[in-house]
């Protein structure tokens, strides 16, 4: 503990700046290695670089497109740097990703700025090791899904409203509200200027200080956003017509109101995904999550009670719940954790808490390559055929994998009982979870991604020098396009099932589809050419026999 008392006298010594530089550099060291190491997810990490792939060969930079046709679902801003980076880095997972590591160290600076600016050094640090401390919050910046920059840019917002009604910088910090939520709005949509208004809102509410002046500014700031977000939405517009924008605010709608693509989950479904991935921050915010006096004094920390139950509600009651649709709600847990911590330390209850959710998640990462290696004795259990073929795939695992979860295990009771002083305990336990998360992303995810889609991810690669149809048949996919490289001439007059299957064909075609959804085995045109780890592939030629 020496060498943590005297890390901590020198970072007293440094000016701002240099511990901004120290911060981006330890999140280039954390986020950009082994970026590339796992294939890109279906469906969002593929979706998304798959946008850009094609912006890079239709050198359409305006319109989002899949399959090179317009896509309706997302406005363009995340996608232009993932083109740019595609663009410097080549079309791969590494590229696809690396705005996101970017993200990353721009979030990690941001958290340790507005944490001094409103405490001191101390808090802000604490505050970005709670961040790069807890699962989901650091798994984020090492993918290639949209929400890191959406999140970031409304959280900035936020913060800006926070300081124009509480400070004297009312107009300027208007202004940088307005841009960070229009640039919001140009990566995800509308949402943005949803949650950072109803804040607004509510906050004002809760203190019951709403003026004159708080409604114009109110105004001045909806208009400055939508007035960034017009930059492009307007263009597009203009170009060719009101179809996008229609489009984008059904399909908004029907998020809502009803379960996309099988992505329906209870409504407890967001508060159980925070509770265990943002371990161990989840815990230590619990208390400050409801009204209390220490929140009700600091109008920060009520700002940020007020946008997790805002994003929670929202997402809660929305009919598609998505795993990341609660992400902005890191911000204010790793906040309030910080905020209990620094002012009351780490609970007796907290502690017991801590130990057993804590025990719970290593042993389960300990146990992990042991269940798949004697996968056979659990397979009568799993219902699921399609989980059943994929956990049999041919992935070898040694054993050694289980080091994962006993550093975990061993961080965590070290940094509870065994050390004195809340820092040092924050310090360790948000270390172990770090190091956790990054050896198994050496270790484990490969492995886990093999199982899941490796077959099928092959298989597509296999065929990117072929000239042929691909279709995923059965299930929905976005890897099709990216993996197999799919060009703009494809003829998307062909790009149906029924004739694909049927029809006449002037080349090859490859039917993709899972075990548990194969109903073409009888149709004698098809042969099955793959039949692995659940995945099946179908193969048919031609009449005239062209390979």
């Known amino acids: 503990m020496e060498a943590f008392a005297a890390a901590v006298k020198k970072l007293d010594a440094l000016s701002d700046r240099q511990i901004k530089w120290l911060i981006a550099i330890m999140g280039a060291l954390l986020f950009i290695p082994f970026l590339g190491k796992v294939h890109l997810f279906d469906w969002d990490e593929i979706n998304f670089a798959e946008s850009a792939r094609e912006m890079l060969l239709t050198h359409d930079y305006l319109r989002v497109q899949i399959n090179f046709e317009p896509f309706w679902e997302k406005p363009p801003l995340f996608f232009w740097l993932q083109a740019l980076s595609m663009h410097t880095f080549g079309v791969n997972e590494f590229a696809a990703r690396f705005p996101n590591a970017l993200v990353g160290i ?284 994929n956990l049999q795939a041919d992935v070898y695992w040694s054993g050694y994998e289980a080091i994962v979860g006993i550093i975990f295990i061993i961080g965590t009771v070290l940094g509870l009982y065994f050390v004195k002083g809340t820092s040092k305990q924050l310090a360790i ?13 050496v270790w484990v995810a490969p492995k886990v991604e093999t199982h899941i889609q490796g077959a099928m991810i092959d298989f597509l690669k296999y065929t990117q020098s072929q000239d042929c149809y691909i279709k995923a048949i059965g299930f929905k996919s976005y890897a099709q396009y990216f993996y197999s490289n799919r060009k703009p001439d494809y003829n998307q007059a062909m790009d149906e099932e029924t004739k694909l299957v049927y029809g006449n064909i002037d080349k090859p075609v490859y039917l993709i589809t899972k075990c548990d959804r194969d109903n073409y085995r009888l149709i004698s045109e098809l042969e099955v050419v793959l039949d692995k780890n659940g995945w099946v592939v179908y193969k048919r030629l031609p009449a005239d026999g062209k390979k």
């Open 106 to 389: 721009v979030t990690l600076v941001s958290l340790y700025h507005i944490g001094n600016q409103l405490f001191n050094r101390k808090f802000g640090l604490l505050w970005l090791a709670a961040y790069i401390g807890s699962f989901l919050p650091h798994f984020y910046f090492k993918s290639g899904i949209i929400d890191p920059l959406f999140n970031l840019f409304i959280f900035l917002g936020i913060y800006q409203l926070h300081q124009a009604f509480t400070k004297e910088r009312n107009t300027k910090a208007i202004g940088w509200a307005g841009l960070f939520v229009g640039l919001g709005l140009l990566t995800k949509g509308p949402v943005a200027l949803l949650i950072s208004g109803v804040t607004a809102i509510l906050y004002f509410a809760a203190r019951w200080n709403f003026k004159l002046k708080h409604l114009l500014y109110l105004a001045l700031f909806g208009f400055l956003a939508v007035l960034v977000a017009a930059l492009w939405f307007g263009l597009e517009t203009w170009k060719n017509g009101t179809w996008f924008l229609q489009t984008f605010i059904e399909y908004n709608l029907r998020l809502m109101k009803t379960e996309d693509s099988g992505h329906g989950q209870p409504i407890y479904y967001h508060p159980i995904v925070l509770f265990l991935g943002c371990f161990p921050t989840s815990i230590l915010c619990l208390q400050m999550l409801f009204k209390n006096k220490d929140v009700a004094e600091n109008t920060f920390a009520l700002t940020m009670q007020l946008l997790f139950w805002i994003v929670l509600v929202i997402f809660s009651l929305v009919k598609t719940k998505i795993i990341h649709y609660s992400s902005l709600c890191y911000f204010p847990i790793t906040f309030l954790a910080v905020f209990y911590v620094t002012k009351y330390g780490i609970a007796k209850w907290q502690k017991i808490l801590l130990l057993i959710v804590g025990s719970i998640i290593g042993v389960a990462l300990i146990a992990l390559p042991f269940f798949v290696q004697n996968i056979n004795l659990f397979l009568p259990y799993i219902k699921d055929v399609f989980a059943q073929a």
């Open 429 to 441: 336990i948000f270390a172990s979870v770090a190091l956790c998360f990054e050896l198994s992303l």
